[in-house]
């Protein structure tokens, strides 16, 4: 019996995980992928838009080359955090349901079966892509995360979307070879992108080396094309890939199968704003998750302070009995 089994090893699992450590609690950490898993898939070369000191947890210093940390930098200093607070990490292990109660909890995987006393949910939201909903999303061809861009070389490449992540896949495609078009339901590139990437990807569309679709949607995908839907009209496009960055979303059906309300306008799940415990006693849910559909609220920069509210809150309970 463990005092909480933590569900995600993200950066807000691991301060959970440390932060009940420190108060001389047992917590055990699952994760469906590797330490981290989001952060892994992020773009190779990706650059934080923060400094090293707002992705700290456990007080551990985290140091970097430059001003702001990169993804190696990242993932080499949280791997360090669970090497330090010699934190329990089962890794590849999906953890699929949460029965029993508070004090007496069950957390069933696919590799068995756990027993504790509380459960956290720290399952973030980059896991569950937003999809298209279009014949053909589910082809091979059709890539949710963009890694880099070598592997595209001299292809037909169509990227979905006008935020961060669409911006950037956009422009490192381009300079590396593709032939890269772009398809956006609204009318200009987000207003939220990085201040050094939004003139960027701009210039290439207004002097069309990025053929913008705008006011778009894709209907189709297949093997070889793309139908989209435009104010002119359909239009047919040559593809080979089709990088779809349409946001992504937390799994709401997870959540509501364990026993956690979310708000049905918002996707918010039913929290105590101080302790994070859910409606569902002994159940608290911490990171971006508790931010519902507004996955932009909380990052890691806000999202790591849940732990020490939830681990205070968990030893007071535990103190009291």
Request: hydrophobic content about 40%; proline content about 6%; some cysteine.
């Amino acid at each position: 019996m463990t005092d909480a089994v933590v569900v995600g090893a993200g950066p807000t699992g691991l301060a959970c995980g440390i932060e009940l450590t420190k108060r001389g609690l047992s917590p055990l950490i699952l994760d469906k992928g590797c330490l981290v898993n989001s952060l892994y898939h992020y773009p190779t070369n990706l650059v934080f838009f923060t400094t090293p000191e707002l992705l700290e947890i456990g007080g551990l210093p985290m140091t970097s080359l430059n001003e702001k940390p990169n993804r190696t930098e990242a993932l080499k200093y949280y791997r360090r955090c669970a090497e330090y607070f010699k934190l329990d990490v089962r890794q590849y292990e999906r953890a699929l349901a949460v029965e029993g109660r508070a004090g007496a909890f069950a957390v069933t995987t696919d590799k068995g079966r756990h027993a504790a006393r509380n459960v956290i949910l720290s399952t973030g939201y980059y896991d569950v892509p937003n999809l298209m909903n279009v014949p053909g999303e589910h082809l091979p061809k059709v890539i949710h995360y963009y890694k880099e861009a070598h592997p595209y070389y001299n292809c037909d490449v169509l990227v979905v979307g006008a935020k961060n992540s669409a911006a950037l896949a956009a422009l490192e495609l381009w300079w590396s070879g593709a032939r890269v078009a772009m398809v956006h339901r609204g009318v200009e590139i987000h207003k939220n992108v990085k201040y050094w990437i939004k003139p960027n990807i701009e210039n290439r569309i207004k002097a069309g080396e990025i053929p913008m679709h705008w006011n778009s949607r894709v209907t189709a995908i297949r093997e070889r094309e793309v139908d989209l839907e435009t104010p002119d009209g359909p239009k047919t496009l040559r593809n080979d890939f089709v990088f779809a960055m349409t946001g992504y979303r937390p799994d709401f059906e997870f959540l509501s199968a364990n026993g956690v309300s979310l708000d049905v306008a918002t996707g918010r799940p039913v929290v105590d704003p101080e302790t994070y415990e859910s409606e569902r006693p002994g159940v608290y849910l911490a990171g971006v998750i508790v931010a519902g559909v507004h996955t932009s609220e909380i990052f890691i920069e806000n999202g790591r302070f849940h732990g020490e509210a939830i681990a205070r809150a968990i030893s007071d309970k535990i103190v009291g009995v």
